[in-house]
């Protein structure tokens, strides 16, 4: 089945600095959602991008889409102790009825 | 609007036993999924559905068994548990297919023994 690769595992920074997580698949996605799932909450979406090349932004989140989509991008400016938790990718699979998740991205942020 | 809803939140299982997990959506979403989360291994699908009276396989369905006998519910049966079936199971559902956002419920953690 449809393999979506996610990188780096696990990310410690101090407040303040930048993260970003990766997410790559060997074919092309039709779209493509990322999650934030709290130290012992559930995941809560984010956004979804859909477009070769999209880019969005959410605060100091910015998400990035392929030219290719193929791979996608989770950037953070300047941490902060809120930022904390696993980041997932999600992709559309199945025929279009089930997403495939990454195996996420643990963020941990120092003082 | 409770959201997406799981009960328990907590259970211990032998092996061998069996249980229901239940799950409640409150927002008439047609689609439901099962999933379960392991250390490492991020959210694995166990079984879903695409409307009332509906049920599919997902990527680990062995030992699993659901039922969706009305719309806002979503039912997972473990028939005889093994310590393999340890792990976290969510719950959550959607509108539409997987080009909607889909709301999780808190989780229901399991452990067999």
């Known amino acids: 089945g449809q393999q979506v690769m996610q990188i780096p595992q696990y990310q410690h920074v101090q407040e303040g600095e930048d993260f970003t997580t990766y997410c790559n698949s060997s074919?092309?996605?039709?779209?493509i959602q990322w999650y934030k799932q709290r130290p012992g909450g559930h995941p809560v979406f984010l956004i979804q991008?859909?477009?070769?090349?999209e880019v969005k932004k959410q605060k100091r989140l910015t998400f990035q889409f392929g030219e290719a989509k193929k791979n996608s991008s989770l950037h953070i400016t300047a941490t902060q102790t809120t930022d904390v938790g696993t980041y997932f990718c999600a992709a559309l699979t199945g025929g279009g009825n089930k997403l495939t998740f990454g195996t996420g991205t643990q963020l941990k942020v120092e003082l | 609007n409770a959201g997406v809803t799981q009960t328990p939140k907590f259970r211990v299982l032998k092996t061998g036993q069996s249980m229901t997990l239940l799950c409640a959506q409150d927002m008439n979403h047609e689609y439901m999924y099962w999933y379960r989360q392991d250390p490492g291994m991020g959210l694995r699908l166990i079984h879903y559905?695409?409307?009332?009276?509906?049920?599919a396989k997902g990527e680990v369905p062995d030992g699993y068994n659901v039922s969706r006998l009305k719309k806002q519910n979503f039912l997972l049966g473990l028939e005889s548990a093994a310590p393999s079936q340890t792990s976290v199971y969510f719950c959550?559902?959607?509108?539409?297919?997987?080009?909607?956002?889909?709301?999780f419920g808190p989780g229901t953690r399991l452990t067999v023994t």
């Open positions: 991008l859909v477009k070769s090349g």
């Open positions: 559905s695409v409307g009332e009276g509906t049920t």
């Open positions: 959550a559902s959607s509108y539409f297919t997987g080009t909607s956002e889909q709301y």
């Open positions: 074919t092309t996605l039709s779209n």
